[in-house]
């Protein structure tokens, strides 16, 4: 069955730090895989996607996300944390035939002073 | 352009009660979902339509029915609300697999 799980409900960082969110997919067939950031009160909009081309993709605000097959992973990063980055962020998997796309259960993010 | 359009934007229903959410886009896109996003649940989906005519089941379809008889429209049906349908709902669409998920604003729905 094809599934997408994110590591952690809630992570916390403080400002300037490192972010990792992590992302693993099961999927018999080759992936397709998104990044979405929700700020509270407001609805998804698109940090970054994959789409069988550079493993290694950059996205808006400095994130930035890795495809590694061998881990089937896709973990989102971003070098230094801002207070504004703090929100709710879902991985996404979508695949070649049949349309069918699919959210993990969403990591909140909290960035501390 | 609009973009996805969904209405009621707020219901309350009683148990037993049936409704439609009504989901339009303006951007041809071929490809329509329904998601329901419960606290620390992320979204489910419980519908999508890969084109006019053609629909199919999600990950949380029992107790909905949609239909997708033009491009634009793709109405979500709740018969018999149930306190477990409580929930915003979000319609999404996009140009295909690989392309971006445009949202609609959510219509949240209070079954008592």
């Known amino acids: 069955a094809q599934s997408v799980t994110q590591l952690g409900s809630h992570v916390s960082v403080s400002e300037g730090a490192l972010v990792l969110l992590r992302c693993n997919y099961s999927s018999s067939v080759p992936p397709y895989l998104f990044w979405y950031v929700q700020y509270p009160n407001q609805g998804l909009q698109l940090l970054l996607k994959?789409?069988?081309?550079?493993?290694l993709v950059k996205g808006i605000n400095g994130f930035e996300a890795e495809f590694k097959k061998s881990e089937t992973s896709f973990h989102l990063t971003k070098p230094s944390a801002h207070m504004s980055d703090a929100a709710e962020y879902f991985c996404?998997?979508?695949?070649?035939?049949?349309?069918?796309?699919?959210f993990g259960q969403g990591t909140e993010l909290s960035v501390k002073p | 352009n609009a973009g996805v359009t969904q209405t009621p934007k707020f219901r309350i229903l009683k148990i037993g009660q049936s409704m439609t959410l009504q989901c339009a886009q303006d951007m041809n896109h071929n490809y329509m979902y329904w998601y329901r996003q419960d606290p620390g649940m992320g979204l489910k989906l419980i519908y999508y339509s890969v084109g006019a005519g053609i629909t199919d089941k999600g990950e949380v379809p029992n107790g909905y029915n949609v239909s997708r008889s033009t491009t634009e429209d793709f109405p979500l049906r709740l018969e018999l609300a149930a306190p477990s349908q409580t929930s915003v709902y979000f319609c999404a669409s996009r140009t295909g697999v690989t392309g971006e998920l445009f949202f609609g604003e959510g219509s949240r729905l209070t079954v008592l």
């Open positions: 994959y789409t069988s081309a550079a493993t």
């Open positions: 996404a998997v979508s695949f070649n035939q049949g349309g069918k796309l699919i």
